[in-house]
T-cell receptor
Framework: GQNIDQPTEMTATEGAIVQINCTYQ??????LFWYQQHAGEAPTFLSY??LDGLEEKGRFSSFLSRSKGYSYLLLKELQMKDSASYLC??????????WGAGTKLIIKP | GAVVSQHPSWVICKSGTSVKIECRSL??????MFWYRQFPKQSLMLMAT?????????EQGVEKDKFLINHASLTLSTLTVTSAHPEDSSFYIC?????????????FGPGTRLTVL
């Protein structure tokens, strides 16, 4: 079966760095997405990785290792507004998105 | 970026009634639209995928006669929850993509919160 695993909840301090991990097992791979979702709102796109390596975009970076079925989202200089759920999703061989359950990130002052 | 709207943003209805939710891509043509349902503290659950002009493809366990999807144009898809019951209360989110294969980012609507009394 297809499976996406990510931690349920993480806590970090304002101004610090946090890494949210995602491991996956899917039938085929056509890229991995990270989305941010604030409570009661729809997800918003953060990043897309299809090749191995690190993609940096401002305070957010995303890493992919296809051989390990592993990705992480790195958030630097955390701000209170970064408190949200972070969803990892993998596009399988049929170009369907397989979603993880999301990681709720709590930022403390 | 591309903008997707949903209407209504929230709706309360009585059990047994039907509710229609609209999803529109405002500044691009969406060849594919997706309908998701999200229960509290859970991830998105894909309900169905629809391509313009063809019947929707429903995920396993989703009743196609209960959740009617119409994708009549490249900018509009509708989801009708027929004979709604309290267990249908959820956050319904649509997303739209401009391609049918390969990498195509999904742009999400703001969601519709349905409460069935």
């Amino acid at each position: 079966g297809q499976n996406i695993d990510q931690p349920t909840e993480m806590t970090a301090t304002e101004g610090a760095i946090v890494q949210i991990n995602c491991t996956y097992q899917t039938s085929g791979f056509n890229g991995l997405f990270w989305y941010q979702q604030h409570a009661g709102e729809a997800p918003t796109f953060l990043s897309y990785n299809v090749l191995d390596g690190l993609e940096e975009k401002g305070r957010f970076s995303s890493f992919l290792s296809r051989s390990k079925g592993y990705s992480y989202l790195l958030l630097k200089e955390l701000q209170m507004k970064d408190s949200a759920s972070y969803l990892c999703a993998v596009m399988d061989s049929n170009y369907q998105l397989i979603w993880g359950a999301g990681t709720k990130l709590i930022i403390k002052p | 970026g591309a903008v997707v709207s949903q209407h209504p943003s929230w709706v309360i209805c009585k059990s047994g009634t039907s509710v229609k939710i609209e999803c529109r891509s405002l500044d691009f043509q969406a060849t594919t639209m997706f309908w998701y349902r999200q229960f509290p503290k859970q991830s998105l659950m894909l309900m169905a995928t629809s391509n313009e002009g063809s019947k929707a493809t429903y995920e396993q366990g989703v009743e196609k006669d209960k959740f009617l999807i119409n994708h009549a144009s490249l900018t509009l898809s509708t989801l009708t929850v027929t004979s709604a019951h309290p267990e249908d209360s959820s956050f319904y989110i649509c997303s739209a993509a401009s391609g049918t294969s390969g990498y195509n980012e999904q742009f999400f609507g703001p969601g519709t919160r349905l409460t069935v009394l």
